[in-house]
């Protein structure tokens, strides 16, 4: 759904589901498993195909525009627009945000031997020191692997931090509507996603976006 340029949540950064904003004291758990998510698992939560097969997939959902760049070439048209149920974790105490974080992490890795996370389902790194957060997860848990999509430009200061996170072993977070390797482009050049496409089930039976730095293209939701 494309807002029109007058719409309150683009004047004001936010989602249009305000209601569905929750503080980090409120949801059970921040990190949901991708079987919640039809695109993500459809039902399922670990992973079926390639380097990562057998280890689990969980998610983080921010809210988005609070926590993207503004010069995102979907600000208008995000797919958060069509998300009137998701739960959104509100990023406003991003203290409190990483110690919950920090403390679901330290459980889930000692439960599994790698965990797989999506950042963010919506949302974004919404700064640098937050996005350094996962820097020092990463150093922590040797077992904790990320992927995900960004919309801030490859230069900006988020951005940086953003490209210095990846490795081609543990961490696959692409640059979004940004072209060039691992970028994806909304309606652009690349691999078409085999989800979208139909020539597989899921996320978790894909892997195309952590197995190659190629241009990764996707449908407008």
């Known amino acids: 759904m494309q807002l029109r340029p007058e719409h309150k949540a683009l004047k004001d950064g936010r989602t249009i589901f305000l209601t569905r904003v929750k503080p980090v ?37 921010l809210e988005e525009r609070a926590t993207c760049s503004s010069d995102c070439k979907q600000w208008a048209a995000c797919f958060g627009n069509n998300m009137r149920f998701t739960q959104r974790v509100d990023h406003r105490d991003p203290e409190a945000l990483q110690a919950r974080l920090e403390t679901e992490l330290d459980e889930m890795l000692r439960m599994y031997r790698k965990v797989l996370l999506r950042l963010h389902v919506l949302g974004d790194f919404f700064s640098v020191e937050y996005t350094q957060f996962w820097r020092r997860m990463l ?18 200061p988020i951005g940086q931090a953003v490209g210095a996170l ?13 072209g060039g390797p691992m970028s994806a482009n909304v309606d652009g050049f690349g691999i078409r996603c085999p ?27």
């Open 25 to 61: 004291d409120v949801p059970k758990r921040l990190l949901q498993p991708a079987s919640n998510n039809k695109k993500l698992g459809g039902g399922f939560f670990i992973v079926a195909r390639g380097k990562w097969r057998g280890v689990p997939l969980y998610t983080l959902t």
């Open 139 to 156: 150093d922590k848990h040797p077992g904790l692997l990320i992927f995900g999509f960004t919309h801030w430009p490859r230069a900006s």
């Open 166 to 178: 990846n490795d081609e072993d543990r961490v696959w977070i692409r640059f979004s509507d940004q």
């Open 195 to 221: 989800e979208q496409t139909g020539q597989t089930k899921s996320c978790l039976t894909c892997g195309i976006c952590w197995s190659t730095t190629e241009p990764v293209a996707f449908k407008k939701h």
